[in-house]
C-alpha cells in the first residue's frame, strides 16, 4: 500500500535566510486537523509572498489538501505550478521538487492512469537525494507496476527495496505484504500466507494500524478464492480498523469484500451501509472541492479590487486623450465624407436592397434558432424529467407543458425573461434535470459568486449554451458521468465540461444545436475549445470576458 503522502515541502531545512511566512506556519499546524483553514492561509502565502521557495512549498501544501478531499485534477494542477518555482539547480529546491514529483504520481495512481505515475516516479528519484526518500519513491513505483500487471518489475524493485530496509520495522513488514500480493497476483498458487501473516505480527506489535489496515485488505484478497470464511473474516477486521482510522475510502473497500464473500443474510446490510458511506464521501468531496475553489476566488477578487485602485488615475488620463483623439477623427470624417457623398449615394440603393435580403434572412436564422432552444429543447428537457423522475405531478407537467405553449406562441417576440429565482439556483436546476440513475451529473464552483458582474444578456446565451451541452449529452454520448466545474479566471470565467460518454465519431459534423454553441460564445467575446476522442469521452472548455 502506498504511504499518505511524503510532504516533504514542509519537513525540509530551506537554509540559514530563510524566513518562514507567519500564514505559513499556521498553514502547517492546522493541517490534516482544519484543511479547509490551512489551505486558505497557504493561499494567502501564495498571493504575497515574494520567496519562490515558499510559494513552492504552499502550493505543494495545498495539493496534498486537494489530494485528500480527492480533488486529484486540482491537486496536480497545483503541483504543477509549484514546480515553476523550483530550480533544479539549487539544492535547497530539490526535497521540494521530489515531493512534487512523488504526489504527481500518487496522484495519477489514483486516477489509474498508471503509465504516468511511473513516469513521475522516475523523475521523483533523479532528484531525491534522502536514502530513505528513495526507498519510498521506489516503493511507490513497484506499485504502480503491480496494478499495472507488470508484475516483473515490481517484484524486482521490492527485492530491491526489501534488501536496504532494516527487518521487523514498519516499512519492512509494508514491503513484505506489498510484495507477497504481487507473488500471488504473479503465481495464484504461491503459498503467500507466512509472509502475509509475519507482515501482520510486526504492525500489530508496532500498533500500526494503518500497516494493519493494508495486512487485513492482502490477507481478504490472498483468500478469496481458496478460504472464503478466511476471506470474510479479515475483510471484517478491515472495516474494524478502517472505522477506527476514520478513512472513509479503506471502508468502502472492506464493504465491498464483505459483500462479496458475507453471508447472504447480511449482504442488504453491508450494501445499504456501503450506499450510506459513498454517498456522503462523494458529497463531501465535491463540497471540499467547492469550497478551495471559493478560496482561491476570494483571494484572486481582493488581488483585483487593488489593481483596480491602482488603475484608476491611468484611466482618467487615458478618457481625456480618447477624447481628443475621437474628436480629431470625428473631423477627419466629415471632410472626407463630403468628398466621397456623390460616389456613397449612387451606390446607396444597391446596399439597402441587399441590407433587407441580409435583414430577412437573419431574421428566419433568428426564429430558428428560437424554436430550437425555447421550444426543442425545453421540451426535451421535460421529456427527460419525465421518463427518468420516479414521479411526476401532473399540475407541475400542465405548467412546463403550458410554458412551452406559451414561448411557442411569442416566439416571434423579445420579451426580456424576469429570473424567478437566484440564477445559479436556476443553472443547478437546468442541468440537474438531465441526471438519472445511469447518468450522474456534478457540479463544481455553481455559486452566486461565480455570476457575479455577468450580465443578463451574457447569462442568457449560456443558459442555451449549458443546456445544449446537456441535450447533446442525453441524445448522443451515453454517459454515465459528467462533470461541470465552474471557475474563475483572470478577466473573465471559465465552464469546464467532461463526461466519459463515447465522444465524436470519425467523421461527425456538428448539427444546428453545437453550431449554435460556437456561435453564442463567439457573441459574448468567449472560447470554445472541443475535445473529443472516439471512446474517450468529451472534454468542452467554455471561456467568456467579463467586461
Same mark, same amino acid.
Given at each position: 500500500?502506498?504511504?499518505?503522502?511524503?510532504?516533504?515541502?514542509?519537513?525540509?531545512?530551506?537554509?540559514?535566510?530563510?524566513?518562514?511566512?507567519?500564514?505559513?506556519?499556521?498553514?502547517?499546524?492546522?493541517?490534516?486537523?482544519?484543511?479547509?483553514?490551512?489551505?486558505?492561509?497557504?493561499?494567502?502565502?501564495?498571493?504575497?509572498?515574494?520567496?519562490?521557495?515558499?510559494?513552492?512549498?504552499?502550493?505543494?501544501?495545498?495539493?496534498?489538501?486537494?489530494?485528500?478531499?480527492?480533488?486529484?485534477?486540482?491537486?496536480?494542477?497545483?503541483?504543477?505550478?509549484?514546480?515553476?518555482?523550483?530550480?533544479?539547480?539549487?539544492?535547497?529546491?530539490?526535497?521540494?521538487? $521530489?515531493?512534487?514529483?512523488?504526489?504527481?504520481?500518487?496522484?495519477?495512481?489514483?486516477?489509474?492512469?498508471?503509465?504516468?505515475?511511473?513516469?513521475?516516479?522516475?523523475?521523483?528519484?533523479?532528484?531525491?537525494?534522502?536514502?530513505?526518500?528513495?526507498?519510498?519513491?521506489?516503493?511507490?513505483?513497484?506499485?504502480?507496476?503491480?496494478?499495472?500487471?507488470?508484475?516483473?518489475?515490481?517484484?524486482?524493485?521490492?527485492?530491491?527495496?526489501?534488501?536496504?530496509?532494516?527487518?521487523?520495522?514498519?516499512?519492512?513488514?509494508?514491503?513484505?505484504?506489498?510484495?507477497?500480493?504481487?507473488?500471488?497476483?504473479?503465481?495464484?498458487?504461491?503459498?503467500?500466507?507466512?509472509?502475509?501473516?509475519?507482515?501482520?505480527?510486526?504492525?500489530?506489535?508496532?500498533?500500526?494500524?494503518?500497516?494493519?489496515?493494508?495486512?487485513?485488505?492482502?490477507?481478504?484478497?490472498?483468500?478469496?478464492?481458496?478460504?472464503?470464511?478466511?476471506?470474510?473474516?479479515?475483510?471484517?477486521?478491515?472495516?474494524?480498523?478502517?472505522?477506527?482510522?476514520?478513512?472513509?475510502?479503506?471502508?468502502?473497500?472492506?464493504?465491498?469484500?464483505?459483500?462479496?464473500?458475507?453471508?447472504?443474510?447480511?449482504?442488504?446490510?453491508?450494501?445499504?451501509?456501503?450506499?450510506?458511506?459513498?454517498?456522503?464521501?462523494?458529497?463531501?468531496?465535491?463540497?471540499?472541492?467547492?469550497?478551495?475553489?471559493?478560496?482561491?476566488?476570494?483571494?484572486?477578487?481582493?488581488?483585483?479590487?487593488?489593481?483596480?485602485?491602482?488603475?484608476?488615475?491611468?484611466?482618467?488620463?487615458?478618457?481625456?486623450?480618447?477624447?481628443?483623439?475621437?474628436?480629431?477623427?470625428?473631423?477627419?470624417?466629415?471632410?472626407?465624407?463630403?468628398?466621397?457623398?456623390?460616389?456613397?449615394?449612387?451606390?446607396?440603393?444597391?446596399?439597402?436592397?441587399?441590407?433587407?435580403?441580409?435583414?430577412?434572412?437573419?431574421?428566419?436564422?433568428?426564429?430558428?434558432?428560437?424554436?430550437?432552444?425555447?421550444?426543442?429543447?425545453?421540451?426535451?428537457?421535460?421529456? $427527460?424529467?419525465?421518463?427518468?423522475?420516479?414521479?411526476?405531478?401532473?399540475?407541475?407537467?400542465?405548467?412546463?407543458?403550458?410554458?412551452?405553449?406559451?414561448?411557442?406562441?411569442?416566439?416571434?417576440?423579445?420579451?426580456?425573461?424576469?429570473?424567478?429565482?437566484?440564477?445559479?439556483?436556476?443553472?443547478?436546476?437546468?442541468?440537474? $434535470?438531465?441526471?438519472?440513475?445511469?447518468?450522474?451529473?456534478?457540479?463544481?464552483?455553481?455559486?452566486?459568486?461565480?455570476?457575479?458582474?455577468?450580465?443578463?444578456?451574457?447569462?442568457?446565451?449560456?443558459?442555451?449554451?449549458?443546456?445544449?451541452?446537456?441535450?447533446?449529452?442525453?441524445?448522443?454520448?451515453?454517459?454515465?458521468?459528467?462533470?461541470?466545474?465552474?471557475?474563475?479566471?483572470?478577466?473573465?470565467?471559465?465552464?469546464?465540461?467532461?463526461?466519459?460518454?463515447?465522444?465524436?465519431?470519425?467523421?461527425?459534423?456538428?448539427?444546428?444545436?453545437?453550431?449554435?454553441?460556437?456561435?453564442?460564445?463567439?457573441?459574448?467575446?468567449?472560447?470554445?475549445?472541443?475535445?473529443?476522442?472516439?471512446?474517450?469521452?468529451?472534454?468542452?472548455?467554455?471561456?467568456?470576458?467579463?467586461?
Amino acid at each position: 500500500m502506498f504511504i499518505f503522502g511524503l510532504l516533504s515541502c514542509r519537513q525540509q531545512q530551506p537554509g540559514d535566510n530563510y524566513v518562514e511566512d507567519p500564514d505559513f506556519h499556521r498553514g502547517q499546524a492546522l493541517l490534516f486537523k482544519n484543511n479547509d483553514s490551512a489551505f486558505y492561509y497557504f493561499n494567502r502565502v501564495i498571493s504575497r509572498s515574494k520567496d519562490s521557495l515558499q510559494v513552492a512549498m504552499s502550493y505543494n501544501n495545498m495539493a496534498v489538501i486537494q489530494a485528500d478531499a480527492g480533488d486529484y485534477f486540482g491537486s496536480q494542477e497545483s503541483l504543477l505550478t509549484s514546480i515553476r518555482f523550483l530550480n533544479a539547480a539549487k539544492e535547497n529546491n530539490l526535497y521540494c521538487l $521530489s515531493s512534487n514529483y512523488n504526489e504527481l504520481g500518487l496522484n495519477s495512481f489514483n486516477l489509474k492512469s498508471y503509465g504516468p505515475a511511473i513516469a513521475f516516479y522516475d523523475s521523483a528519484y533523479q532528484v531525491a537525494r534522502d536514502k530513505n526518500l528513495k526507498l519510498v519513491i521506489a516503493n511507490n513505483k513497484a506499485l504502480a507496476y503491480q496494478k499495472k500487471g507488470a508484475y516483473g518489475e515490481s517484484l524486482k524493485l521490492y527485492r530491491q527495496t526489501i534488501a536496504q530496509t532494516p527487518k521487523n520495522g514498519k516499512e519492512y513488514a509494508r514491503i513484505l505484504s506489498n510484495m507477497a500480493k504481487t507473488k500471488f497476483l504473479d503465481q495464484p498458487g504461491y503459498n503467500a500466507a507466512p509472509e502475509l501473516l509475519t507482515a501482520l505480527r510486526i504492525r500489530r506489535k508496532e500498533n500500526d494500524l494503518w500497516g494493519q489496515n493494508a495486512s487485513f485488505a492482502h490477507l481478504a484478497d490472498y483468500y478469496a478464492g481458496s478460504k472464503p470464511d478466511s476471506a470474510f473474516f479479515y475483510a471484517g477486521e478491515m472495516y474494524a480498523v478502517a472505522r477506527r482510522l476514520q478513512s472513509p475510502d479503506d471502508q468502502l473497500e472492506a464493504l465491498q469484500k464483505l459483500i462479496r464473500f458475507g453471508p447472504a443474510n447480511r449482504l442488504k446490510m453491508y450494501f445499504q451501509a456501503y450506499q450510506r458511506l459513498d454517498d456522503s464521501v462523494q458529497t463531501a468531496r465535491a463540497a471540499a472541492r467547492n469550497q478551495f475553489a471559493l478560496i482561491r476566488y476570494d483571494a484572486e477578487k481582493n488581488k483585483a479590487d487593488n489593481l483596480k485602485l491602482q488603475k484608476d488615475n491611468t484611466e482618467k488620463k487615458y478618457q481625456i486623450i480618447r477624447q481628443k483623439v475621437l474628436l480629431y477623427v470625428t473631423v477627419f470624417v466629415l471632410l472626407a465624407g463630403t468628398l466621397i457623398a456623390g460616389f456613397w449615394y449612387n451606390r446607396r440603393k444597391k446596399r439597402l436592397e441587399l441590407e433587407k435580403q441580409v435583414a430577412v434572412r437573419a431574421g428566419q436564422l433568428k426564429l430558428s434558432k428560437k424554436v430550437h432552444d425555447e421550444v426543442a429543447n425545453g421540451l426535451y428537457r421535460v421529456i $427527460s424529467e419525465v421518463e427518468n423522475g420516479p414521479e411526476m405531478d401532473k399540475e407541475l407537467l400542465l405548467d412546463k407543458m403550458d410554458l412551452l405553449y406559451r414561448r411557442s406562441r411569442d416566439i416571434s417576440y423579445d420579451d426580456p425573461r424576469v429570473e424567478s429565482m437566484p440564477f445559479h439556483r436556476e443553472i443547478e436546476e437546468l442541468i440537474l $434535470s438531465f441526471a438519472t440513475e445511469k447518468a450522474k451529473v456534478l457540479l463544481v464552483g455553481n455559486g452566486e459568486a461565480f455570476w457575479t458582474g455577468v450580465d443578463a444578456g451574457t447569462r442568457r446565451e449560456l443558459r442555451q449554451v449549458l443546456q445544449e451541452l446537456m441535450v447533446n449529452m442525453r441524445k448522443h454520448s451515453h454517459a454515465r458521468e459528467v462533470v461541470l466545474k465552474f471557475e474563475t479566471l483572470e478577466g473573465g470565467r471559465g465552464i469546464d465540461y467532461r463526461d466519459d460518454g463515447k465522444g465524436f465519431q470519425d467523421g461527425v459534423s456538428f448539427g444546428n444545436g453545437l453550431t449554435n454553441t460556437g456561435n453564442r460564445i463567439n457573441d459574448i467575446g468567449g472560447k470554445i475549445i472541443f475535445d473529443g476522442n472516439t471512446g474517450k469521452g468529451l472534454t468542452i472548455q467554455l471561456s467568456f470576458p467579463i467586461v
